[in-house]
């Protein structure tokens, strides 16, 4: 990104004031690790067909990803919970059709991304309503990190886990990588060792990919920063995202910290976070 130099706003603890904590050695060697690790995926569908013609043959013959089966939303809360305690070492994701029993897709999505143990697993939204764009927005907005319609193959499954996969390990290394350790912009306050935003003193709850873009915005406080530099920041260059998924988190990401500073759209270009609150 190449937006000039950056000024340190007020407050702001760079990584080079202070040496690394334990807890970013733990995080790099987590990330070290994680690529050779077998992941977990949950996967919460009703739909037998699925889960035994589909998702069942991921993990067949080959080490990468061991599948869990739920068949509602209740017992999908009740494996999280028994996968905390037995498997939290290892890599985890969960899959959840939009129309679960018991509790939604939505409902599932929502309890992850308020754990405040399970900050760091992957969500994959999927629904057989492919015509209706509101399954994929709503399902974004509530925290997924990808929406996958039906009717897909096994061989289409297994290529966004491998995806979300590579996302996590890119992720885990960029919070390495972050250029403050904590920043203050008026009432703001984001903390990227504690992976913690907080406005007004009270913590907002921001999905993955909320942090990052709000990581991206404080950093360059004051500047443009256009669409394509936010989506290499947060999704990669290996990842194809288009803006459409960039505005519906943005507008999740607005609407949280509303009363904190002003996140500006500059129409056709980017965005900018302004200095006063």
């Given at each position: 990104?190449?937006?000039?130099?950056?000024?340190?706003?007020?407050?702001?603890?760079?990584?080079?004031?202070?040496?690394?904590?334990?807890?970013?050695?733990?995080?790099?060697?987590?990330?070290?690790?994680?690529?050779?690790?077998?992941?977990?995926?949950?996967?919460?569908?009703?739909?037998?067909?699925?889960?035994?013609?589909?998702?069942?043959?991921?993990?067949?013959?080959?080490?990468?990803?061991?599948?869990?089966?739920?068949?509602?939303?209740?017992?999908?809360?009740?494996?999280?919970?028994?996968?905390?305690?037995?498997?939290?070492?290892?890599?985890?994701?969960?899959?959840?059709?939009?129309h679960?029993?018991?509790?939604?897709?939505?409902?599932?999505?929502?309890?992850?991304?308020?754990h405040?143990?399970?900050?760091?697993?992957?969500?994959?939204?999927?629904?057989?309503e492919?015509?209706?764009?509101?399954?994929?927005?709503?399902?974004?907005?509530?925290?997924?990190?990808?929406?996958?319609?039906?009717?897909?193959?096994?061989?289409?499954?297994?290529?966004?886990?491998?995806?979300l996969?590579?996302?996590?390990?890119?992720?885990?290394?960029?919070?390495?990588?972050f250029?403050?350790?904590?920043?203050?912009?008026?009432?703001?306050?984001?903390?990227?060792?504690?992976?913690?935003?907080?406005?007004?003193?009270?913590?907002?709850?921001?999905?993955?990919?909320?942090?990052?873009?709000?990581?991206?915005?404080?950093?360059?406080?004051?500047?443009?920063?256009?669409?394509?530099?936010?989506?290499?920041?947060?999704?990669?260059?290996?990842?194809?995202?288009?803006?459409?998924?960039?505005?519906?988190?943005?507008?999740?990401?607005?609407?949280k910290?509303?009363?904190?500073?002003?996140?500006?759209?500059?129409?056709?270009v980017?965005?900018?976070?302004?200095?006063?609150?």
């Open positions: 990104m190449d937006n000039g130099p950056l000024s340190r706003p007020a407050k702001m603890l760079l990584k080079s004031d202070i040496p690394n904590s334990q807890e970013n050695r733990v995080r790099k060697r987590k990330s070290q690790l994680y690529a050779h690790l077998q992941a977990t995926v949950l996967v919460a569908d009703g739909d037998k067909y699925y889960q035994e013609s589909v998702y069942r043959r991921v993990d067949v013959g080959q080490f990468e990803f061991k599948i869990v089966s739920a068949y509602d939303g209740e017992e999908a809360i009740w494996c999280i919970r028994r996968l905390l305690g037995s498997a939290r070492s290892l890599p985890l994701m969960v899959v959840s059709d939009f679960l029993s018991m509790r939604s897709g939505i409902e599932l999505c929502r309890f992850v991304r308020n405040p143990a399970l900050t760091d697993i992957s969500f994959l939204m999927t629904a057989a492919v015509e209706n764009h509101n399954l994929c927005v709503e399902s974004l907005e509530a925290g997924a990190d990808d929406f996958l319609p039906k009717p897909f193959s096994a061989r289409e499954f297994e290529a966004r886990l491998r995806a996969k590579r996302r996590v390990e890119r992720d885990d290394r960029e919070m390495n990588e250029p403050f350790d904590r920043v203050q912009i008026g009432h703001l306050v984001v903390d990227t060792q504690k992976y913690e935003v907080r406005l007004h003193n009270r913590p907002v709850p921001l999905t993955h990919k909320e942090f990052l873009i709000c990581t991206v915005l404080v950093s360059n406080v004051g500047m443009l920063v256009r669409y394509d530099d936010l989506l290499l920041s947060v999704w990669g260059k290996d990842v194809e995202v288009g803006r459409e998924t960039l505005k519906v988190h943005m507008h999740s990401l607005r609407r910290l509303a009363g904190g500073p002003l996140i500006e759209a500059i129409r056709g980017g965005y900018r976070m302004k200095m006063d609150a």
